[in-house]
Nanobody, 127 residues
């Protein structure tokens, strides 16, 4: 059974930084392309960032480019989202997800391509 557990959310002021982590257990972490998604109240869940198995490819939502950085540590089974320059529009529940599609390093934005999900961690940014 694959489990994804997010941590690092919180309440911060605009302009602050947060670092989200997601630890994956149950199967080899290196098998997965990893992604971060977020969902705000009344809105659909949206892709935030993703990273390929070998970390050679990253992909970002235009709204976070230059502010957020995704990285992974395959030895620690962890994917991290460093979020800088937070603004109130970043307020959401952030979810970690794993895509087990074989034989590719393509990072998809499509949530239905991700096979496993964490429970989410709340990020609230006040103005």
């Amino acid at each position: 059974q694959v489990q994804l557990v997010e941590s690092g959310g919180g309440l911060v002021q605009a302009g602050s930084s947060l670092r989200l982590s997601c630890e994956v257990s149950g199967r080899s972490f290196g098998m997965y392309i990893m992604g971060w998604f977020r969902q705000s109240p009344g809105k659909e869940r949206e892709f935030v960032a993703g990273i390929s198995r070998n970390a050679g490819t990253t992909r970002y939502n235009d709204s976070v480019k230059g502010r957020f950085t995704i990285s992974r540590d395959n030895a620690k089974n962890t994917v991290t989202l460093q979020m800088n320059g937070l603004n109130p529009e970043d307020t959401a529940v952030y979810y970690c997800a794993a895509d087990q599609t074989p034989y590719t390093e393509f990072v998809t934005r499509l949530e239905n391509e991700y096979d496993y999900w964490g429970q989410g961690t709340q990020v609230t940014v006040t103005s």
